[in-house]
């Protein structure tokens, strides 16, 4: 199993079998591959402050390797009014963090602008509102809107069969760009 871990707040301690240990703060990403496998703990490094973050499990490209560890810090204005490549295993994607699965993880900092998205034929999304008031509206690929929803702190929905994905409101997105799998009814 690959798993992604994105802070919201607070701090993030993981210590695993293979001597990995460390502390995550807000903003930054903790990554771990099990590979043939790992013993691991995470928990709220903090007896006062709260711990809050969106953690992803991506069944791994390759099982057979060994386990992994790593993490990364980002800066808020790295992510600000952008998308922010946190993790992908997409050739074409610049990511801090090298998945071994067609997989890309991006986040965003929105202060009241627009941000838009554009989804490859037979990809899909999962967006959530980590925080904040967000507006969605997703596109065909005659630029004509399908839907729009609002999002609210801790709301998520899936994005199928759209070309394109627009947001507005301010608040703190996490968004996946992964592969429609079958016939999409299962994906």
């Keep these: 199993m690959e798993i992604v871990t994105y802070v919201l707040s607070g ?3 993981h210590r695993d079998s293979i001597g990995n240990h460390g502390i995550v703060g807000p ?3 903790q990554y771990m591959s099990a590979g ?6 995470e928990y709220n490094h903090s007896a006062t402050e709260a711990l809050h973050f969106v953690q ?3 069944l791994p490209g390759d099982v057979a390797g060994p ?3 790593g993490q990364v810090d980002f800066d808020v204005a790295q992510r600000r009014n952008k998308w922010l490549v946190v993790a992908s295993g997409r050739a074409s994607q ?14 965003s900092r929105l ?3 627009e ?3 554009t989804f490859e034929p037979g990809r899909l999304g999962f967006l959530f509102a980590a925080d904040g008031g967000i507006e969605a509206a997703a596109f065909d690929d005659h630029d004509a809107q399908i839907e729009s929803v609002e999002l609210a702190s801790g709301d998520a929905v899936r994005i199928g069969g759209v070309t394109r994905l627009k947001l507005n409101g301010a608040g703190e997105v996490v968004l996946w760009d992964v592969p429609q799998l079958g016939d999409g009814a299962n994906s």
Excluded: F, I, K, N
């Design 11 to 13: 701090e993030l301690e």
């Design 27 to 29: 903003g930054g990403v």
């Design 56 to 58: 992803m499990w991506v």
């Design 111 to 113: 202060e009241g602008t």
């Design 36 to 41: 043939l496998g790992v013993r691991h703990s």
């Design 94 to 107: 610049d990511a801090a963090v090298a998945l071994t699965q067609d997989a890309t993880l991006l986040v």
């Design 115 to 117: 941000l838009r998205h």
């Design 67 to 69: 386990p992994t560890y």
